[in-house]
C-alpha cells in the first residue's frame, strides 16, 4: 500500500491517530496552555504542528 502502511487497516488507524493528535490542540486548550505553559499561541501552535507531521513521518516509515 502507498505510504509504506501494509493494510487499509492500519492506514485507518494511522489516520485516526494523527487526527487526534492535532485535535488535542482544540480540545482541550487550558490543559495544553498549562502543560506546555508557552506565551505565544501561534508559534507553539506551529511547532506542535510541525511535531505531529515528523511523528506521522515517523510512524509510516517504520510501519
Do not use: K, Y
Not at 487526534?20 to 490542540?25: A, E, I, M
Not at 502543560?35 to 517504520?62: F, H, K, M, W
Request: charged share 25%; proline share 3%; glycine share 4%.
Amino acid at each position: 500500500m502507498a505510504g509504506g502502511v501494509e493494510s487499509r487497516t492500519a492506514a485507518q488507524d494511522l489516520l485516526f491517530t494523527v487526527l487526534g493528535l492535532v485535535q488535542w490542540n482544540f480540545s482541550v486548550p487550558q490543559l495544553r496552555r498549562l502543560v506546555l505553559d508557552e506565551p505565544d499561541a501561534a508559534r507553539s501552535l506551529a511547532r506542535r504542528r510541525a511535531t505531529v507531521v515528523d511523528l506521522a513521518r515517523l510512524i509510516v516509515e517504520r510501519a
